[in-house]
């Protein structure tokens, strides 16, 4: 369903999207699958069709949302390069205009920093 979705945002599908799709739902839909792959022009059987092989650099993600917690409340997500370490992850955590909201006219007392989990701001 959520393929379906997006398909229909755009204007054409690639004919290699639609039959990756096709070969991907033939585990849960056989029959309906090798009718949509004779639609597609093919004339053998899907079920001798190699399995289609990913490409882990696609899996990798860019960035991370990062909750910022203040005394243990979260108070608002950042978003942070993947790899990004953690000092620069704690000043982009400070620089939040909530977090300098909970935290104003308070001494930070502790910066607790679970890389690419979370941020806890221990204030008081």
Known sequence: MEFVNAAYKVDALDRSI?????LVLSPFAPHMAEELWERLG???????????????????EDTVEIPVQVNGKVRARIL???????????????AEPNIQKHAEGKKIIK??????????????
Request: hydrophobic share 45%; aromatic share 8%; proline share 6%.
């Open 42 to 60: 093919h004339d053998h059987t899907l079920a001798y069709e190699p399995w289609p092989e990913h490409d882990e650099a696609l899996l990798a």
């Open 111 to 124: 910066e607790i920093y679970v890389p690419g989990k979370t941020v806890n701001l221990v204030v008081k």
């Open 80 to 94: 942070v390069a993947a790899g990004a370490d953690g000092d620069t992850v704690l000043a982009a955590a400070k």
């Open 18 to 22: 639609m039959e990756t799709f096709v």
